[in-house]
């Protein structure tokens, strides 16, 4: 007996589903695939997709089975207020990060006019296009070492209507100038835990955006060992890191005798997630 290919919504559905059953929800993650395809939210279940737009359901349905994140599929992602494209290979922003964010608002909106911010390691943009967004009187640099994550960088920022600028830097090499503010989601994944990371965060981001060294705390110290040279006195340096990491940094930056009030503030879950401190 031969089997009949799916060809309606309805029978499309219900085979997505069966290709997503690995995940808690399948029907969700199989109308999301719909929508991806079709572009239309609302779509009888008696309805004749056409071959090409089953192809490209297809195409999505399989690439998500084998744990593509959405924001890889659908090349977007949301941050805050506003969507940055999330081309491949480019660090897919993280809702923890929204929080780094609203902190370096805060922080920046207390700077004086024209004050500038520094964002290390920017990947899609998104602490600088936050940043710039709110201060636009402001001048905002955003650098990387990626050269995919610049053109991603000031694409969206192009998209969005926010000046930026971008720059090649291996941290602070290309850096010019002292600011009022510098942010960095570093990279910060340790040796040890990089077995126990999921499998789409290991497949799907850059290794490079991701490996700190060794304990994972290679670019954390960097940063607050050279970032005084950066900043205007009291300046302020915001870091995310792992709850694990929080005390030795700290450590590391009260014995460079160049900062004062340094805490490790908590997420909205209450762990240990960013690093703020000001200079001397
Ligand atoms: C965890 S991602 C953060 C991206 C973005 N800031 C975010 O929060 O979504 C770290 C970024 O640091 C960049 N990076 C890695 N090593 C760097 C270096 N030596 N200098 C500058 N950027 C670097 C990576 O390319 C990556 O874009």
Not at 58 to 78: D, Q, S
Not at 81 to 97: A, S
Not at 168 to 192: M, Q, T
Not at 228 to 238: A, I, K, R, T
Request: hydrophobic share 40%; charged share 30%.
């Amino acid at each position: 007996m031969t089997v009949k290919p799916p060809t309606t919504v309805g029978e499309l559905l219900d085979w997505a589903r069966e290709k997503l059953a690995h995940f808690p929800e399948p029907l969700r993650e199989a109308r999301q695939a719909l929508l991806l395809a079709t572009g239309e939210r609302h779509l009888e279940r008696n309805e004749r997709l056409s071959p090409f737009t089953r192809g490209r359901f297809r195409r999505i349905v399989e690439a998500r089975a084998r744990g593509v994140p959405w924001p890889v599929l659908e090349g977007v992602t949301g941050f805050l207020d506003f969507e940055v494209l999330v081309p491949p290979g480019v660090f897919i922003p993280r809702p923890e990060t929204e929080e780094l964010a609203e902190l370096a608002v805060t922080e920046f909106q207390k700077a004086p006019k024209g004050a500038r911010a520094l964002d290390i390691g920017t990947g899609t943009g998104v602490l600088a296009i936050a940043l710039a967004r709110a201060r636009p009187d402001g001048e905002v640099w955003a650098v990387d070492i990626s050269s995919r994550a610049l053109r991603a960088a000031r694409r969206n920022a192009q998209r969005l209507g926010v000046k930026i600028k971008v720059r090649r830097s291996n941290l602070f090499s290309a850096v010019e100038g002292k600011f009022h503010l510098i942010v960095a989601n570093p990279p910060y994944v340790a040796k040890e835990a990089w077995k126990t990371l999921p499998s789409d965060v290991r497949n799907f981001d850059p290794k490079a955006a991701l490996d700190g060294g060794k304990n994972g705390l290679y670019f954390l110290t960097r940063l607050v060992r050279e970032a005084p040279d950066f900043l205007v006195s009291g300046g302020v340096l915001l870091l995310e890191l792992a709850p694990s990491q929080g005390e030795r940094v700290l450590a590391e930056a009260e014995s460079t005798g160049k900062w004062r009030e340094c805490s490790v503030l908590p997420d909205l879950s209450g762990r240990p997630r960013f690093f703020r401190g000001y200079r001397c």
